[in-house]
T-cell receptor, first 111, second 118 residues
Framework: AQKVTQAQTEISVVEKEDVTLDCVYE???????LFWYKQPPSGELVFLIR??????QNEISGRYSWNFQKSTSSFNFTITASQVVDSAVYFC????????FGTGTSLTVIP | GAVVSQHPSWVICKSGTSVKIECRSL??????MFWYRQFPKQSLMLMAT?????????EQGVEKDKFLINHASLTLSTLTVTSAHPEDSSFYIC??????????????FGPGTRLTVT
């Protein structure tokens, strides 16, 4: 069974639109961590955020925001006013004893 | 801080040859290092976990005799793909965890190595 599900395989938006990337996870642990990474065409993973299971506070960092809801096991990521440079593959990941990556969402921002 | 490097960044080799990929933690000591493989348009899949001075633990389906991992020091782990074949062509990414017991939430990823086997 997939531990991290990113149902959106590909998303295209026009520049300046807002976009939300969905992430649903599955775990029986009470202590775990959730992550979002950005992978541009160069391939290098860029760390965006880490959230532990005890901290459900939503977070905003510039144009990025994250909505963590344990009740629905979701950790969604929103980019407001998207820009062309946001085009990349975004991975959600769950860490229990090891990392489990979702299948990724390929975001294309059209100028 | 917390920089992980990989060398080479890309390599092309002929089928049947072996290729070594290095993963270094530049400004911290890594008790545990991880090796991932990513095929085009797919996610990262954990291949193996290595702890300094001990044998690597391989994930199910990963051939330990084909993918040799050596974690000889607290700053260096190497992955050797032996007798490479075209199906081994992939993007290999390592990560390093700075402290024992915290690898579940503190891993730093290298920039990856793109291997093409012709």
């Amino acid at each position: 069974a997939q531990k991290v599900t990113q149902a959106q395989t590909e998303i295209s938006v026009v520049e300046k639109e807002d976009v939300t990337l969905d992430c649903v996870y599955e775990t029986r642990d009470t202590t775990y961590y959730l992550f979002w990474y950005k992978q541009p065409p160069s391939g290098e993973l860029v760390f965006l955020i880490r959230r532990n299971s005890f901290d459900e506070q939503n977070e905003i960092s510039g144009r990025y925001s994250w909505n963590f809801q344990k009740s629905t096991s979701s950790f969604n990521f929103t980019i407001t006013a998207s820009q062309v440079v946001d085009s990349a593959v975004y991975f959600c990941a769950l860490s229990e004893s090891q990392f489990y990556f979702g299948t990724g969402t390929s975001l294309t921002v059209i100028p | 801080g917390a920089v992980v490097s990989q060398h080479p960044s890309w390599v092309i080799c002929k089928s049947g040859t072996s290729v070594k990929i290095e993963c270094r933690s530049l400004d911290f000591q890594a008790t545990t290092m991880f090796w991932y493989r990513q095929f085009p348009k797919q996610s990262l899949m954990l291949m193996a976990t290595s702890n300094e001075g001990s044998k690597a633990t391989y994930e199910q389906g990963v051939e330990k005799d084909k993918f040799l991992i050596n974690h000889a020091s607290l700053t260096l782990s190497t992955l050797t793909v032996t007798s490479a074949h075209p199906e081994d062509s992939s993007f290999y990414i390592c990560s390093a965890a700075p402290l024992a017991g915290r690898s579940s939430y503190e891993q730093y990823f290298g920039p990856g190595t793109r291997l093409t086997v012709t």
